[in-house]
């Protein structure tokens, strides 16, 4: 039995590494799974922290536009020489232009002269104080971030001349700035990815090394190196190691109590043994001796046999209690007594409620 019990707990723990192959299948799905899913968070946090920037320098540069911009006879007037350098530089990547309601151009920045595109918003709906940032692609390699502004110019005669001014930046150096962040934020994830793996890993080993101990132990208790496994492993395992000593306690009773019975049937039956030996090397002989002897060797087996039958019953691992009722056994006995001394007149008053039960066998 012992043998049978270590062999399936044997078998058990030998597939230890199937809980570290599903660790490691889980760990390389979930971590890529978050890793990713944080890199493409930091990434729009990125993205939209630094339009968020572009919009508000775009918005003060075109302030800066209209603080200096004139309006005489619905002309145009701006100094030649912004306070913005990047105005004044021919393709400088800061563009600025000035429409009129109808979408006609009416004054561009010198370093938009040579531009040829119209970077003029499509939502060509005049609203006062309206904004509109957007980034826009004349071709693929040429971007460009646009805001643009609606006001209306109060003229000396309170007439009102709506005006829409349009500051552009090329996007070139924004879309690098952010791919360089992406390849420096991948690369980075990448390797906190492989890093946190290698962690897990070694945690795992570490989390593990006890049930690996386990194995060796069950081993060596198949092998009849010990007797029972330590007492010193982790709460979440102890109470598998202390049930287990339990059973091989029950099983080691057990035996023992089976070498005992047999020894207990052995010395009763040696004297019923003697006795028939010494009545056969007699010459009287009494054949109803021999049956009397028989017929007690008869009854010590089956009372030594019955014996060890109810202990192992009683000591079993799984156990074999029931309920049962004792009124009913407690009849049967009187009337077996009431047959038995029928000359004594025995009279049983049997006040045992029916409720009333015996757990055990």
């Not at 919009?55 to 603080?67: D, F, H, N, P, R």
Request: proline letters at 3%; aromatic letters at 10%; one cysteine or more.
């Amino acid at each position: 039995m012992t043998l049978n019990i270590v062999k399936n707990y044997s078998r058990r723990f030998t597939q230890i590494n199937s809980l570290l192959g599903r660790f490691i299948a889980a760990s390389l799905v979930l971590l890529p799974i978050f890793i990713f899913s944080i890199g493409t968070v930091l990434i729009d946090t990125f993205e939209h922290s630094q339009l968020d920037a572009e919009e508000k320098t775009l918005q003060a540069q075109m302030y800066g536009v209209l603080s200096v911009t004139e309006l005489d006879n619905n002309k145009i007037t701006l100094p030649s020489s912004l306070a913005e350098p990047k105005f004044n530089q021919q393709q400088s990547g800061l563009y600025g232009f000035i429409y009129n309601s109808q979408g006609e151009e009416l004054w561009r920045s010198t370093s938009a002269q040579l531009l040829s595109e119209d970077l003029y918003p499509i939502d060509s709906n005049f609203i006062l104080a309206k904004t509109i940032f957007d980034t826009i692609a004349i071709s693929q390699a040429q971007k460009f971030n646009r805001y643009s502004y609606d006001v209306e110019w109060v003229n000396d005669d309170n007439s009102t001349t709506p005006l829409r001014i349009v500051i552009a930046n090329d996007a070139t150096i924004l879309t690098t700035e952010l791919k360089s962040y992406k390849n420096r934020l991948w690369q980075w994830l990448s390797v906190m990815a492989i890093a946190l793996i290698f962690t897990q890993l070694l945690i795992m080993f570490w989390g593990l090394r006890p049930l690996r101990r386990l194995s060796i132990q069950l081993k060596k208790l198949y092998e009849n190196e010990i007797e029972s496994l330590d007492d010193d492993y982790p709460e979440e395992i102890l109470p598998v190691t202390k049930n287990f000593n339990i059973i091989l306690l029950h099983e080691k009773n057990q035996r023992e109590r089976y070498r005992n019975t047999l020894s207990d049937l052995a010395h009763s039956l040696k004297t019923p043994l003697a006795v028939i030996q010494s009545h056969l090397s007699n010459k009287e002989f009494n054949r109803d001796i021999v049956s009397e002897q028989v017929m007690r060797i008869d009854q010590i087996i089956s009372h030594q046999l019955k014996r060890a039958s109810i202990n192992a019953e009683k000591n079993s691992i799984t156990g074999n209690l029931k309920k049962i009722p004792i009124k009913p056994c407690v009849v049967r006995l009187a009337n077996v007594l009431q047959k038995v001394y029928q000359d004594k007149n025995l009279h049983f008053n049997n006040i045992i409620s029916e409720n009333v039960f015996f757990t055990g066998d």
